[in-house]
T-cell receptor, first 115, second 114 residues
Framework: DVKVTQSSRYLVKRTGEKVFLECVQD?????MFWYRQDPGLGLRLIYFSYDVKMKEKGDIPEGYSVSREKKERFSLILESASTNQTSMYLC??????????????FGPGTRLTVL | AQSVTQLGSHVSVSEGALVLLRCNYSSSVPPYLFWYVQYPNQGLQLLLK??????LVKGINGFEAEFKKSETSFHLTKPSAHMSDAAEYFCAASRTGTASKLTFGTGTRLQVTL
């Protein structure tokens, strides 16, 4: 069964802290994504990765960085957390198969609160 | 730039009534289109997708959607709502067809009442 897991369901951090959000997939997928979800804004892409050690900025990369050292793991890093980064963070993965037939599989999300 | 618009952030229907959730996309090239559902405290789950071919797409849990190029729409319907359908629904589009770099709508929260 397809599975994307995220290290924490709920996280509370203080302003200025360095925060790591971890995502692991067991499907041998090449592509992994980090989104943030906010009420009224839907999901917005932060960063994505097409392969190990490769990353590309999404629509809202400011204040975030990522790391992909192993194929199954994609980490989102908040270098210095701020209150406006309080949000739900969703990780997803997908694979390159016949065009149009792949889908993104999502983890359960991490609700981050920055105080 | 591609955009996805969902009309109505909240929709309320009675159990047994028709469900209609609206989605319009903006693109000069017909995109690949998806509907995802998010139940409380969970991640997103794919309901259905349109890639090529038949414009009426059937998904899980009795949902279906019709791609109408002339209207740039991909509305989600279900003939008879069930209490378990209460969730948030997201329409998404991709130009590449591989479900990479999805553009999401802002979501519609469906409430089902007795």
């Amino acid at each position: 069964d397809v599975k994307v897991t995220q290290s924490s369901r709920y996280l509370v951090k203080r302003t200025g802290e360095k925060v790591f959000l971890e995502c692991v997939q067991d499907m041998d997928h090449e592509n992994m994504f980090w989104y943030r979800q906010d009420p009224g804004l839907g999901l917005r892409l932060i960063y994505f990765s097409y392969d190990v050690k490769m990353k590309e900025k999404g629509d809202i990369p400011e204040g975030y960085s990522v790391s992909r050292e192993k194929k199954e793991r994609f980490s989102l890093i908040l270098e210095s957390a701020s209150t406006n980064q309080t949000s739900m963070y969703l990780c997803a993965s997908t694979t390159w198969i016949k065009q149009g037939e792949s889908e993104q599989f999502f983890g359960p999300g991490t609700r981050l609160t920055v105080l | 730039a591609q955009s996805v618009t969902q009309l109505g952030s909240h929709v309320s229907v009675s159990e047994g009534a028709l469900v209609l959730l609206r989605c319009n996309y903006s693109s000069s090239v017909p995109p690949y289109l998806f509907w995802y559902v998010q139940y409380p405290n969970q991640g997103l789950q794919l309901l259905l997708k349109y890639t090529t071919g038949a414009t009426l797409v059937k998904g899980i849990n009795g949902f279906e959607a019709e791609f109408k190029k002339s209207e740039t729409s991909f509305h989600l319907t279900k003939p008879s709502a069930h209490m378990s359908d209460a969730a948030e629904y997201f329409c998404a589009a991709s130009r590449t067809g591989t479900a990479s770099k999805l553009t999401f709508g802002t979501g519609t929260r469906l409430q089902v009442t007795l």
